[in-house]
C-alpha cells in the first residue's frame, strides 16, 4: 500500500485521478496533515520533523510499504525518517527536480516562502556537479487565493507569473497544487510539475517492493 502525506485536501482527488489513469489497481492511502504546512511555515521544516515521523510511522504500522510525501515544504524531513521507519519515503518533488536540474537557467516559482528554499536545494542536489543558474519567484497574493478557496484565482495567478518568467531554460513549479496552471500558461519555456512523474516513481517502488 502507498501512503501519500499531504497538507491540503486539494490534493486527494488530484492523485486518486493520476493513479486512476497511470496506475490502475494501485491502493492509496491519504494522510491529510494542514496543520503541518502551517507550522513549518512559521517555524522552520525541522520544528515539524518529530510531528512528521510520528505521522509515517502511524501510516507503516497501518500497512503502508512507501510513503510519498506532496508537501515541498516538509519533503526533506519526510525523506529523512526512511531510515527509522524501514520503508521508502519519497519525495513528490524530486523526479521533476532531477528532470529541471538537467537544464541551465531554471526558476522555481512558488506560491509559498517556505517552499522556495527546499526547492532550490533538492534541484541543486540534483545538479550534483552540474552548474546550473537557479532563481526563485514567490507568486505575491496566489496563496491568500487558494486559501479562500479561489482554485481558479489561485492557477491563474501563478500561470501569469509563468508567463512573466525571461530567460530561463526551465520553470520549475514548486508546490503539487500548482500543476494545472501549466496549462494555462502561454510561455514557450518547458514548465514542469511535480504530481504525475511523483506518483509514478512512487508507484514503481511500491510495485518492487523496495
Do not use: K, N
Amino acid at each position: 500500500m502507498l501512503a501519500l502525506l499531504h497538507t491540503s485536501p486539494v490534493h486527494v482527488p488530484v492523485f486518486d485521478a493520476l493513479r486512476d489513469e497511470d496506475h490502475p489497481g494501485l491502493t492509496l492511502r491519504h494522510l491529510v496533515h494542514e496543520d503541518l504546512l502551517a507550522r513549518a511555515g512559521e517555524d522552520g521544516p525541522e520544528a515539524v520533523a518529530p510531528s512528521v515521523a510520528a505521522v509515517l510511522a502511524g501510516a507503516v504500522a497501518q500497512g503502508a510499504t512507501v510513503v510519498l510525501c506532496t508537501c515541498s515544504t516538509i519533503g526533506a524531513v519526510a525523506e529523512a525518517s526512511a531510515a527509522d521507519l524501514g520503508v521508502p519515503v519519497l519525495r513528490v518533488d524530486r523526479p521533476m527536480a532531477a528532470a529541471a536540474a538537467e537544464r541551465r537557467r531554471i526558476v522555481v516559482v512558488a506560491a509559498v516562502h517556505s517552499t522556495l528554499e527546499p526547492t532550490a536545494a533538492l534541484i541543486r542536489e540534483e545538479a550534483v556537479d552540474r552548474i546550473v543558474e537557479l532563481r526563485t519567484l514567490l507568486v505575491e497574493g496566489a496563496w491568500e487565493r487558494f486559501e479562500a478557496g479561489d482554485r481558479d484565482g489561485y492557477l491563474d495567478a501563478v500561470a501569469a507569473a509563468v508567463d512573466e518568467v525571461r530567460e530561463a531554460d526551465v520553470i520549475v513549479l514548486a508546490q503539487a497544487s500548482m500543476a494545472d496552471a501549466a496549462a494555462r500558461t502561454a510561455t514557450a519555456v518547458p514548465v514542469l510539475s511535480s504530481p504525475r512523474s511523483g506518483l509514478r516513481a512512487a508507484a514503481a517502488a511500491t510495485a518492487s517492493g523496495s
